[in-house]
């Protein structure tokens, strides 16, 4: 069972598309993380979002975590090509330093 | 700077072998934490080090275990090899055990046949 739930699991899109990914949990977080990961490699850390109601921006990407801690959105704004990959957001527990980690949503753009 | 390394990057495996895989943390970090990644699905948490002790565990059996060294580098092994433990093993690094950011390292892909 997965304690955080990402959705959709799979997203194929034009160039210049915009698109938000959801990820949603019933249990509070002390903070969230969004990572990418490319075939063949270790995930990528994007950004951590600590409080609840944070949004943060970077560059095209744009991250908010939920007021109540439970869920995040990832949404990208005119996408390329160099965009595609596999879009993880993890869960920090109150305990220890122990990431649960959502099944990810693959992301293609086409050009 | 260097980043989190790991050794070796492909690994075959027959049903019931041992197996060790090795990663060496980015500079200046002290917390280690392996997580297994099968095909399709987001990465599990296995153990995490700390100081050279474990000091978390997720829902693996024992023989699953590791060690963590003075220099903060880690070996995570796997005993009586199944095929079900095949998987991208991932290693990921940070400051204290609490730490906000982890950096992973690019995996081993281990195939057992």
């Known amino acids: 069972t997965q304690l955080l739930e990402q959705s959709p699991q799979f997203l194929s899109i034009q160039e210049g598309e915009n698109l938000t990914v959801y990820c949603n949990s019933s249990?509070?977080?002390?903070?969230l993380q969004w990572y990418r990961q490319e075939p063949g490699e270790g995930p990528v850390l994007l950004v951590t979002v600590v409080t609840g109601g944070e949004v943060k921006k970077l560059k095209r990407l744009t991250f908010q975590f939920g007021d109540a801690r439970k869920d995040s959105s990832l949404h990208i704004t005119a996408a390329q090509t160099g965009d595609t990959g596999l879009y993880l957001c993890?869960?920090?527990?109150?305990?220890?330093?122990?990431?649960?980690f959502g099944r990810g949503t693959q992301l293609t753009v086409w050009p | 700077e260097t980043g989190v390394t790991q050794s070796p990057t492909h690994l075959i495996k027959t049903r019931g072998q041992q197996v060790t895989l090795r990663c060496s943390s980015q500079s200046g970090h002290n917390t280690v934490s392996w997580y297994q990644q099968a095909l399709g699905q987001g990465p599990q948490f296995i153990f995490q080090?700390?100081?050279?002790?474990?000091?978390g565990r997720g829902n693996f059996p024992p023989r699953f275990s590791g060690l963590q060294f003075p220099n903060y580098s880690s070996e995570l092994n796997v005993n009586a090899l199944e095929l079900d433990d095949s998987a991208l093993y991932l290693c990921a690094s940070s400051l204290e055990f609490e730490g906000l950011g982890y950096t992973f390292g690019s995996g081993t892909r281990l195939t057992v046949v």
């Open positions: 249990s509070v977080f002390s903070s």
């Open positions: 993890a869960g920090r527990g109150s305990t220890l330093g122990r990431l649960y």
């Open positions: 080090y700390y100081r050279e002790e474990e000091n």
